[in-house]
Structure formats: C-alpha cells, structure tokens
C-alpha cells in the first residue's frame, strides 16, 4: 500500500497552522460585550421613562404654607394708615338765609370758604386672625372726617355783592362751625368714604398678598 501524502504534488502542498487564543483576546471580548449590555439597558431605561405608562400620573408636590402670625399680619399694615386716607379739596358757598347764620350783623348775605376734608381708617385698631386656611382682616369704624377750613379764604358779601370783612374773633369761630357742618352733609363726603373703603381694600391686598401664601384673604368693612 502506497503513501497518500507521497501521490500529491510537491506544489499542492500546504501548511495549516492554528493560533490557539490568548487571554488578553478572551478579557477584551467580555469587556465589549458587558459594554454593550450596558448600553442597550441604559438605552431601554431612556425609552420607558419617555414613554411612561397609561396608569402613570404626574405627582405635584404643593408649595408649602408659610408660617405667619397675627404678629406678621400686624406690622406689615401698622405702617399703612396714611396710604388709606382718602382726600379732597371743597369750596363752599352758605346762604345765611338757610339757616339763620348767628355771624355778622347782617340779616342776609353770602360766604365762601375753602377746606380740605379726609377720612381713613386706624389700622392699629383692625382685628386680625390667622389660621393655616384663612387671613381675615376686620375693619375698625371710619375715623371721624378731618376738615380744615382754611379762615383765610372765607369771604362774606351781602345783597349787593359788596365784600365786608369780618374781624370779630366769635364771628370767625362761627364761620367755621357752618362750614363744618355743611360739608358734614353734603354728597361728597359719602362718595370720599366710599373711596376710603376701596381704597384700604386694594392697598391691604396689595401689602399682604406675598406672605398670606396659599391662604384666602378676607377684609371686612364695619
């Protein structure tokens, strides 16, 4: 029996060799691949949170409720008395003959004057109180009106429209007694009480609002 390997030709010859892996080769594939691994479970992450799930609800964490006092309430309107005075300029015009005006010895005649009136409120005197719902503000009554007749400005004139002068300190006194008591009477004052009212009302919000928080506000007017 013959040789195989003899039969082939010397050309036809070849030689195999096989390189048995080393361990860096090995390491360096199960590092690629734990790379891998690691990516593809951070990518699905990415997906899941993204696309979330019907069930899933966004939970809103409420702001919370800042601690306030009737203390706090207090000091921020103290300082706030003059900002709710409201304020106008009257000129007026009285008929002796209206009301039998004991000044002048005069039996008709004619006087203007001019004043400036106000009214407000003293907020010192507000009832306050607090609790984790609710900020109520109660209002003390309006304070009496503030009127300065201005007796530099009070003039008389009798039927003839002549101007007489006045130099009794009684009659003075007097004359501004009348003008008192008819800007007491008259519309504007109503209307400038009204704007008192809203006036304290704005101003009030506007001060406290940035501590109240989530609470509801409420000002009474008496």
Known sequence: MSNHNEMIPENEKHSVSVQAPTNSDSISKIVKWIAILIVA??????VFRLS???????????????QITVTTIS????????LVTAKMSYTGLVDSSDGNI??????????TYHATVSVGYDLSNAAISVDDA?????????NEPDINVDT??????NLSSAIF????????ID??????????????LVELKKQAQTQADVLLRGILEDVIGNRHLEIKFS
Do not use: Y
């Open 41 to 46: 479970i951070l990518i699905a992450l990415v």
């Open 52 to 66: 979330g799930t019907p069930e899933e609800k966004i939970v809103t964490i409420p702001e919370p409720t800042p």
């Open 75 to 82: 000091t921020r309107i103290s300082n706030a008395s003059d």
């Open 102 to 111: 004991p000044i002048i010895n005069k039996k008709h005649f004619l006087m």
């Open 134 to 142: 609710n900020v109520i503000v109660t209002m003390p009554a309006l």
């Open 152 to 157: 530099d400005s009070i003039s008389f004139f």
């Open 165 to 172: 002068n006045w130099t009794k300190k009684e009659d003075g």
């Open 175 to 188: 004359a501004v007694s009348v003008a008192k008591d008819q800007i007491l009477a008259t519309t504007e």
